[in-house]
């Protein structure tokens, strides 16, 4: 199997996203030690936000396109085989102001370009958006200064940012998708601890999930 690993805080030690997802991987790579892992920190250095030149290079046709639009795609390309290759996603996300921040925004609109990864055919009056990203399964981990921004939690109406991801990936194709919330980071003390615990919990059910999926003989954790 194939495993993209994103992180997308900008903070190093104290981020609770990247500590998690690293536990994850790394106990990934000791039981499927010759699975390919590649690592994508869009937090430390995000791609560059979309601009005038990049729309028009994006949506010129492939036949037209100049050796300069070509060049302006080419981080695009780059991200779009990356995530296309992978089989598992695993994704470190902190929530800022009820959404993602503006590194994975950008990773986003990279990522999201007609004729490769959805397509549009006007002629479908019915369905002309046709997601082409199948076969992935994605983990996203989302840490919080407060808790309850899960479904049915006191602040799950200020919650854009699971919304947000489940629609915009499964535009492209990818509807398999877990949540995994850590809370309480303003709080700290016995409150963040129970939440990372918790956390630790879920991320240790869908490991067990996703290894026996990949190896059906596999009895882990």
Sequence with gaps: MRLLHIDASPRDARSHTRRLTHELVNTWQRERPDDRVEHLDVGRTPPPHVDEPWIAAAFATPSTRTEAMRETLRISDALIAQLIDADLIVLGIPMYNFSVPSGFKAYIDQIARIGVTFAFEPEDEDQP????????????????????????GRYQRLNHLDPYLRTVFGFLGITDITFVHAGNDEFGGERLARSLTSAHSRIEEFMRDALAAARPDLCLL
Aim: net charge positive.
């Design 129 to 152: 958006y046709k997601p082409l990203v199948h076969g992935k399964r994605m983990l996203v981990i989302v840490a919080t200064g407060d808790s309850g921004y899960e479904a049915g």
